[in-house]
């Protein structure tokens, strides 16, 4: 079945390096591409997509582009700010109902 | 407009009780999906619905159920608690089923002691 392998963590960075987390998936068909963060004590939110290859999904800083040749997702940040420290999920979803998602990795920024 | 809430926040209960979760998704949107987060398993698909009907569920016990009003609202139950239910339960709203994205709400953490 489909299934998301994403970076092992946990991640700490000092603020403003840069900031690259794994994400590779195995999938039939054409599935849309996600990350989403997860701060203390919260669901989650969508932080990019991307639903088909070469899109490139961007928000607050955050890139990550569908590459099918390779099967990867990889999330990437410029300069990283304490306020990013959070766990990023890596998804993938054919369908609304049924997502997959990789294991989570926990980033920590210090200042 | 408002996200998706979820009720309660929190929520302790004994072996062998049973428990009812709330959500009510974003306005307008129609499908609603229920998911458990554990520290071992992850982020885990329940099941999904739309316009009332179940329309595709993962690979949990008949313990676990769920259903939808006319409103979409959900509503999830767990009976006969074990203490690997303790988990956070996390609903997610689409606008139509079909469509990828998903809004989630913030969960209900679960004790079962």
């Known amino acids: 079945g489909d299934s998301v392998t994403q970076m092992e963590g946990p991640v700490t960075l000092s603020e403003e390096a840069f900031l690259t987390i794994n994400c590779t998936y195995t999938a039939t068909g054409y599935p849309s591409l996600f990350w989403y963060v997860q701060y203390p004590g919260e669901g989650l939110q969508l932080l990019l997509k991307?639903?088909?290859?070469?899109d490139k999904g961007s928000n607050k800083g955050f890139e990550a582009t569908y590459r099918k040749e390779t099967t990867s997702f990889h999330l990437e940040k410029g300069s990283v700010q304490v306020s990013d420290s959070a766990v990023y999920f890596c998804a993938l979803s054919q369908t609304s109902g049924d997502m997959r998602f990789g294991a989570g990795t926990r980033l920590t920024v210090k200042p | 407009k408002a996200g998706v809430t979820q009720t309660p926040r929190y929520l302790i209960k004994t072996r062998g009780q049973q428990v009812t979760l709330s959500c009510s998704p974003i306005?307008?949107?129609?499908?609603v999906s229920w998911y458990q987060q554990t520290p071992g398993q992850g982020l885990q698909f329940l099941f999904e619905y739309f316009s009332e009907t179940q329309r595709n569920k993962g690979n949990f016990p008949g313990r676990f159920s769920g259903r939808q009003f006319s409103n979409s609202r959900s509503e999830m139950n767990v009976s006969t608690l074990e203490l690997g239910d303790s988990a956070l339960y996390l609903c997610?709203?689409?606008?139509?089923?079909?469509?990828?994205?998903?809004?989630f709400g913030q969960g209900t953490r679960l004790t079962v002691v």
């Open positions: 306005s307008g949107h129609r499908s």
């Open positions: 997610a709203s689409s606008f139509l089923q079909g469509d990828t994205e998903a809004f």
């Open positions: 991307a639903t088909k290859a070469d």
